[in-house]
């Protein structure tokens, strides 16, 4: 499996971005997804994630602010991140859970200037 995240750049606080994440292979449909991130002297924390029935779970810092979904046709996962903060800023990482594996994504960087 390998998985390929784009959609980072800089944007102003407040402002919108999305990330995707394409998976190869044929395990994503059943697989669930996440999006985890990691700022600089910080570690990996996890941002959303959703499992392979739809059901979304997000850390307290983003809920209401940052929607996980996917789309097992496209074997895509996508985080829509809006009001963003500066302190979103990280290198965010997709990730696939097959337990008892996990496999990552390369990140894209996302800058929130404020």
């Known amino acids: ?3 390929q995240a784009s959609g980072g750049g ?3 606080a407040g402002g919108s971005l999305r990330l ?7 395990i994503f449909s059943i697989s669930a997804m996440g999006w985890y991130r990691q700022a600089p002297g910080k570690q990996r924390e996890l ?7 739809g059901r979304t779970n997000y850390a307290d810092s983003v809920k209401g602010r940052f929607t996980i979904s996917r789309d097992n ?11 963003l903060r500066p302190g979103d800023t990280a290198v965010y990482y997709c ?3 097959r337990h008892p594996t ?4 390369q990140g894209t960087q996302l ?3 404020s």
Do not use: E, F, H, P
């Not at 995707?20 to 044929?26: H, L």
């Not at 046709?73 to 009001?83: A, E, F, G, P």
């Open 1 to 3: 499996v390998q998985l």
């Open 47 to 53: 941002v959303a994630s959703i499992t392979s029935g």
């Open 20 to 26: 995707s994440c394409v998976a190869s292979g044929s």
């Open 95 to 97: 990730n696939l859970d």
């Open 10 to 12: 800089l944007v102003q």
């Open 73 to 83: 046709t496209k074997r895509t996962v996508y985080l829509q991140m809006n009001s």
């Open 111 to 113: 800058t929130v200037s």
């Open 102 to 105: 996990d496999y990552w994504g």
